[in-house]
Nanobody, 124 residues
């Protein structure tokens, strides 16, 4: 079992930056692909980014590519999402996720572990 806790959400203005963190309670953190999804008001959950076990490979949604960066620190059992040039359309609840297995999956069902989510609101 993996428990995930996100921190770092908040209210920012368009163009600002924000970093989300996700701590994982597991002794085998480095064996999980980690990622982020988000859910905007009235919409379904959307894949944002994922990172491989070692951090050497990443995937991004087209909507965030070039603005968001996912990274991980296996010594701290933590994954990060650095978000730059935030826009109002980035407003959503952001969820940290984990899966056993490989990178390259962008569907909700591929991730077996979810955090409780953290709210990010971007004002125009």
């Amino acid at each position: 079992q993996v428990y995930l806790v996100e921190t770092g959400g908040g209210l920012v203005q368009a163009g600002d930056s924000l970093e989300l963190s996700c701590g994982a309670s597991t002794s085998s953190f480095s064996s999980y692909v980690m990622g982020w999804f988000r859910q905007a008001p009235g919409k379904g959950r959307e894949f944002v980014a994922a990172i491989s076990w070692t951090g050497s490979n990443t995937n991004y949604a087209d909507s965030v590519k070039g603005r968001f960066t996912i990274s991980r620190d296996n010594a701290r059992n933590t994954v990060y999402l650095q978000m730059n040039s935030l826009q109002p359309e980035d407003t959503a609840v952001y969820y940290c996720v984990a899966r056993s297995g490989g990178l390259g999956y962008m569907t909700e069902s591929a991730y077996g572990y979810w955090g409780q989510g953290t709210q990010v609101t971007v004002s125009s």
